[in-house]
């Protein structure tokens, strides 16, 4: 959630425009006029996040994948596949991608 910061001048206040990338992690939508401007802003901004799906921790990603393959997918191939060929995918998982992980 987002937030907006009163900045105190001597010709008038301004306001900050701040919303969430990541999880406590804030960045400026914008210095705005007037505080309604502001939160409009930060609003604004967290939608086109939750749309294009940016701001997310790659570090949160890697351990749910891991655990998606391992938990999931996997299981889910041997009721479809030979096998043969569920061995060859399980060790390219292995082989290629757990490394990274």
């Given at each position: 959630m987002g937030k907006v910061?009163?900045?105190?001048r001597a010709t008038g206040d301004r306001f900050t425009a701040l919303?969430?990338?990541?999880?406590?992690?804030?960045?400026s939508a914008g210095t705005f006029d007037t505080h309604k401007?502001?939160?409009?802003?930060?609003?604004?901004?967290?939608?086109l996040l939750k749309?294009?799906?940016?701001?997310?921790?790659?570090?949160?990603?890697?351990?749910k994948f891991a655990i998606f393959v391992e938990n999931e997918?996997?299981?889910?191939?041997?009721?479809?596949?030979?096998?043969?060929t569920l061995r060859d995918y399980t060790g390219r998982?292995?082989?290629?991608l757990e490394s990274w992980l």
């Open positions: 910061k009163t900045r105190k919303y969430e990338w990541t999880p406590g992690v804030f960045r401007e502001a939160d409009n802003a930060w609003r604004a901004e967290e939608a749309r294009h799906g940016r701001g997310v921790d790659p570090q949160q990603g890697a351990t997918w996997l299981p889910s191939l041997s009721i479809r596949l030979k096998p043969g998982y292995r082989n290629h």
